[in-house]
């Protein structure tokens, strides 16, 4: 089985800042064949279901803004927030789906305003 | 617009089964492209992925409860349902039934999630 961690647990960023969350995997979920990474990130707000943000650990789906992307490759992994908004307070989780459909997610990290 | 919901009891007895219908609206549930699923979602142990189906019938389950659950599709009503035996207090989360592509897990789409509590 693969492991996510994520770090940190929780970040209180002011607004207009930039947020940065990492995720490690406990093995590579890049695929050789085809050069691609099988991560993918969500945002959970209160009270709502996970929203998935990024897919193929860079991909923003559709209508996600900007202010995010997903960056790394192999094993690290990063979420930003360019610019942190009052709508951003969420946890927000990483997931490896290099087993598909098997699939694993981190712990989740939280976010606030500062 | 894609949507989900999911039905069922709110609390079950241990030892029991938790039986949970999600049923898809704005979509069919017979398309190839996709593949249906259970998350749940625990204080303890965060999101897990339970069980995922395609309509043609392959289902893929989560090694670590394999043995206690079952999934089936309703073409006709375009709903899929959960079964997971032997429940005990630590199946007490948040159910979500969820949508990925069918070779690819991330999921693009969720019900609202139903808490179902395992309490006597």
């Known amino acids: 089985d693969i492991v996510m961690t994520q770090s940190p647990d929780s970040l209180a960023v002011s607004l207009g800042e930039r947020a940065t969350i990492n995720c490690k995997s406990s093995?590579?979920?890049?695929?050789?064949?085809?050069?691609?990474?099988?991560l993918a990130w969500y945002q959970q707000k209160p009270g709502q279901s996970p929203k998935l943000l990024i897919y193929?650990?860079?991909t923003r789906e559709s209508g996600v803004p900007d202010r995010f992307s997903g960056s790394g490759s192999g094993t690290d992994f990063t979420l930003t927030i360019s610019s942190l908004q009052a709508e951003d307070v969420a946890v927000y989780y990483c997931q490896e789906y290099y087993a598909t459909p098997m699939c694993s997610f981190g712990q989740g990290t939280k976010i606030e305003i500062k | 617009q894609l949507q989900l919901q999911e039905s069922g009891p709110g609390l079950v007895k241990p030892s029991e089964t938790l039986s949970l219908t999600c049923t898809v609206s704005?979509?069919?549930?017979?398309?190839?492209?996709?593949?249906w699923g259970w998350v749940r979602q625990s204080p303890g142990k965060g999101l897990e992925w339970i069980v995922s189906?395609?309509?043609?019938?392959?289902?893929f389950y989560n090694p670590s409860l394999k043995s206690r659950v079952s999934i089936s599709v309703d073409a006709s009503k375009n709903q899929f349902s959960l079964n997971l035996n032997s429940v005990t207090a630590a199946d007490t989360a948040v159910y979500y039934c969820?949508?990925?592509?069918?070779?690819?897990?991330?999921?693009?789409?969720w019900g609202q999630g139903t808490l179902v509590t395992v309490s006597s």
């Open positions: 704005g979509g069919s549930i017979t398309s190839s492209t996709y593949c």
């Open positions: 969820a949508r990925h592509y069918a070779d690819v897990n991330w999921f693009d789409a």
């Open positions: 093995r590579s979920v890049l695929n050789s064949s085809n050069n691609k990474n099988y």
């Open positions: 189906k395609y309509y043609s019938g392959r289902t």
């Open positions: 193929w650990a860079s």
